[in-house]
């Protein structure tokens, strides 16, 4: 299972056989992960606020009802959350020499408290994600044209499968 996720989340095999040349070579990848995941969560974050802000300029998509405005609540928080732990990432990485990591390697829990840690701030995007596209889910299907509504649940279901292909096709 480890060997999956960091195959997914970070572009290696495994954090288990790693020399000093190679830590220093996957630290520096995980920066410039981390780096982009962040940026990317500060923008969610700053767009779901000015939806969180503003009316619905249209009446085929309305937010403002309850279920619609608490998802951008939650995909603003899920946001947020990624940008914390992006950051949380990025002390880590700064703390972190090669002795570190032969001492997670030989204790589980360590091991998977930093596994943990290095994939949080991509879940919590890809929550803050997943929540924005119910948003406008709901939020369409609160507005007022059919045809909207069909094609954006179409594409949602062709989302989440091409979604669920990927990631069974990468682990």
């Not at 001492?103 to 360590?110: A, G």
Request: net charge neutral.
């Amino acid at each position: 299972m480890h060997a999956g996720i960091t195959r997914m989340y970070f572009g290696i095999p495994s954090l288990d056989s790693l020399e000093e040349a190679d830590w220093d070579e996957v630290k520096k990848n995980l920066t410039h992960y981390t780096a982009n995941i962040t940026i990317i969560s500060t923008i969610m974050t700053a767009v779901t606020a000015a939806f969180a802000t503003t009316t619905p300029p249209t009446k085929f998509a309305d937010w403002s009802r309850e279920f619609p405005y608490c998802c951008i609540g939650l995909s603003l928080g899920s946001s947020l959350l990624s940008v914390l732990n992006g950051l949380a990432v990025f002390v880590f990485l700064k703390t972190t020499c090669h002795e570190d990591v032969k001492s997670m390697q030989q204790n589980t829990f360590k091991h998977r408290v930093t596994l943990t840690l290095l994939t949080l701030p991509l879940t919590f995007l890809a929550t803050a994600l997943t929540f924005g596209i119910i948003t406008w889910i709901v939020a369409i299907w609160c507005g007022d044209i059919l045809w909207i509504k069909l094609v954006w649940t179409i594409t949602y279901c062709s989302a989440i499968f091409s979604v669920s292909v990927i990631t069974f096709a990468l682990y």
